[in-house]
């Protein structure tokens, strides 16, 4: 075990911005995650677990304690035959390349997550999830280390709290659990339309009706390429602001100045909007600032990109102005989703 001190983080974070932690340790294994907390314990330092840095924005102010970051290997069929198929993953591995083994098997339930940045042991923390799968509908339990009761346990897929990009790990039972390793239960069966819009087309423009997860995975991946950043190419978090969801009392004011409103009814009775839709009319398409060094990418004005900025409050900066005009304009408020840390 190698403990770093002084460590720039926006080495871990995707938008490549943020102070240093005092101390960083990289951990492959059961055995390193407990010596790095006994370590922590005996300085009484404050203790964050990360994965790849995809979904967190660094404050300037940096990190006062040690960040762990989950490298925990592994991708181990547990279980197979003509109908299921089982697998145990390790935290750490690079969430693509389990989409891509799997897949490789002929297994269905997380292709169209394909090219989703980031570790395996991140997915449950947002429920993350594209093109009409979630995780939550394929992960059987959460293997984690408890800081509670300090054990290692296992946590059922119940347990973990699912919902629209939310479990106990972003919300009720924030910090407490170290996730460790995922076991998943996917599918022989293929996906079944109706798909979501942008794959629909894909595959209708191409006359593709056998939806075996390569098909899929092809699809999703060439539809992401085409219109999201690379964030290893150009610094970026993804999507910067959560869909907006408002009552029906304000959507009727809305849609009537604005008829062409980008929207989505909910289970609710409410209306979820479209941010980018939003940020597009209140005219910050393909913007880029010359004050903070931020822009918003050219085909999706969601995603904000570090072109220069020096500092996360340049970003905050940007943000700021983004948030400010659509509540002027439309009276809605734009919510982060990228989670700021610590
Ligand atoms: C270009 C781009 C596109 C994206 N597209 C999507 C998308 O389509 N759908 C979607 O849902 N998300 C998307 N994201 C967000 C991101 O990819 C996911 O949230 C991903 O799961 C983050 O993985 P990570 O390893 O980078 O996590 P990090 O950013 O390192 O961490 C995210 C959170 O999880 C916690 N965490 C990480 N690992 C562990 C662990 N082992 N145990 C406990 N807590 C942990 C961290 O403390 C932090 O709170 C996108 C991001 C980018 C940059």
Request: charged share 25%; with cysteine; hydrophobic share 40%.
């Amino acid at each position: 075990m190698k403990i770093m001190h002084e460590v720039p983080l926006a080495l871990y974070s995707t938008m490549r911005l943020g102070g240093k932690a005092n101390y960083l340790v990289h951990v492959r294994g059961k055995e390193e995650l407990l010596d790095a907390l006994d370590w922590a314990d005996r300085r009484e330092l404050s203790v964050l677990m990360i994965g790849s840095g995809s979904n967190i924005i660094w404050r300037d102010e940096g990190f006062n304690g040690l960040v762990v970051v989950n490298e925990f290997p592994g991708y181990e069929v547990t279980n197979e035959d003509d109908k299921d198929y089982f697998i145990r993953v390790g935290a750490g591995e690079n969430w693509d390349g389990v989409v891509a083994r799997s897949v490789a098997d002929n297994a269905s339930g997380i292709e169209a997550l394909s090219l989703i940045p980031g570790t395996a042991g991140a997915t449950p923390v947002q429920n993350v999830g594209a093109y009409g799968q979630e995780i939550s509908q394929t992960l059987d339990s959460v293997e984690a280390y408890d800081r509670e009761t300090r054990n290692f346990i296992i946590l059922s897929n119940k347990e973990c709290g699912f919902n629209y990009r939310s479990s106990i790990f972003n919300t009720t039972a924030k910090g407490r659990y170290f996730i460790t390793y995922l076991n998943f239960h996917l599918y022989r069966t293929h996906m079944q339309p109706p798909f979501y819009s942008s794959l629909q087309d894909y595959l209708s423009q191409r006359n593709i009706t056998n939806y075996s997860p390569q098909n899929i995975r092809k699809a999703v991946y060439e539809i992401r390429t085409s219109k999201l950043p690379d964030p290893a190419k150009i610094a970026n978090n993804g999507s910067f602001f959560a869909n907006p969801v408002i009552d029906q009392d304000a959507f009727n004011e809305l849609a009537a100045r604005y008829p062409d409103i980008k929207h989505w009814p909910t289970n609710d009775g409410k209306y979820k909007l479209s941010a980018a839709w939003l940020i597009e009319k209140a005219g910050f398409k393909d913007m880029h600032d010359h004050e903070t060094g931020m822009a918003t990418w050219f085909s999706q004005p969601l995603i904000l990109v570090n072109e220069s900025a020096k500092t996360t409050n340049d970003l905050m900066i940007f943000k700021k102005k983004i948030v400010d005009i659509v509540q002027e304009i439309f009276n809605v408020t734009l919510s982060q989703e990228p989670e700021l840390l610590p």
